[in-house]
């Protein structure tokens, strides 16, 4: 059965440095997602993405985020400096964009877990 | 703004017993959707069950069933003849009609199965 996958796994980072978070959503899928979780806190929304642009985002994700598929497998996400409260479990989800994605099961990846220090 | 509450942490049956999650919502959207998640231990997150809420039969898929009161805004799950595989994190999310798409999540129950 196809699924979501996220690299790396674990990250650990310095304050201020770039990262890149890497997701292979399934294959004939057309909606994108970044989630996180802080530890203790609930799921987060950051981010959604239709047809290489993006269709949503919420207010955590600011100047400091950003989203791209550069190719035909690959939907990244990056934080250009980061920060402490950046630490947490980051998910990358994808959906079949059928119904125009409304309402459709998104199925989610392992997530990364990024430790900013 | 949506909220959604899981008012259990954690909760912990027998093998075979039933065991029943809370969840609740709070919106003013009259067409949405709920869904509730499964997360096990060190693996991601899989769907477990579905409801629109324009549809008034409850969601059943095997085991799983929720119990959808739209006035009340809950939506419990049901989990009978409860197996050691079912011991996870399970997650209620709302997604409501115009919103994108994104998933407003709940807290968190921590379920575990007791052989």
């Known amino acids: 059965e196809p699924e979501v996958t996220q690299t790396p796994s674990h990250q650990v980072t310095q304050m201020g440095q770039e990262v890149i978070l890497r997701c292979v959503p399934i294959?004939?899928?057309?909606?994108f997602y970044w989630y996180r979780q802080i530890l203790g806190q609930k799921v987060e929304f950051l981010v959604s993405f239709y047809n290489n642009e993006i269709s949503e985002k919420s207010e955590i994700f600011d100047d400091q985020f950003s989203v791209e598929r550069p190719d035909g497998s690959n939907f990244t996400l990056k934080i250009r400096s980061t920060k402490l409260e950046d630490s947490a479990m980051y998910f990358c989800?994808?959906?079949?964009?059928?119904?125009?994605?409304?309402?459709?099961?998104?199925?989610f990846g392992p997530g990364t877990r990024l430790l900013v220090l | 703004a949506q909220t959604v509450t899981q008012s259990q942490p954690e909760m912990s049956v027998q093998e075979a017993e039933t065991v029943t999650l809370s969840c609740t919502y709070d919106t003013s959207e009259n067409n949405y959707y709920l869904f509730w998640y499964k997360q096990p231990p060190s693996r991601q997150m899989i769907l477990v069950i579905r409801?629109?809420?324009?549809k008034q039969q409850n969601a059943t898929e095997n085991r799983f069933s929720v119990n959808f009161q739209k006035a009340a805004k809950s939506f419990s799950l049901k989990i009978s003849d409860s197996q050691l595989g079912d011991t996870a994190m399970y997650f209620c999310a709302f997604m409501k009609q115009d919103s994108n798409y994104q998933l407003i999540w709940g807290a968190g129950t921590k379920l575990i199965i007791k052989p």
């Open positions: 989800a994808s959906s079949e964009g059928l119904a125009g994605g409304l309402g459709e099961t998104q199925y």
């Open positions: 409801q629109e809420a324009y």
């Open positions: 294959s004939n899928h057309l909606y």
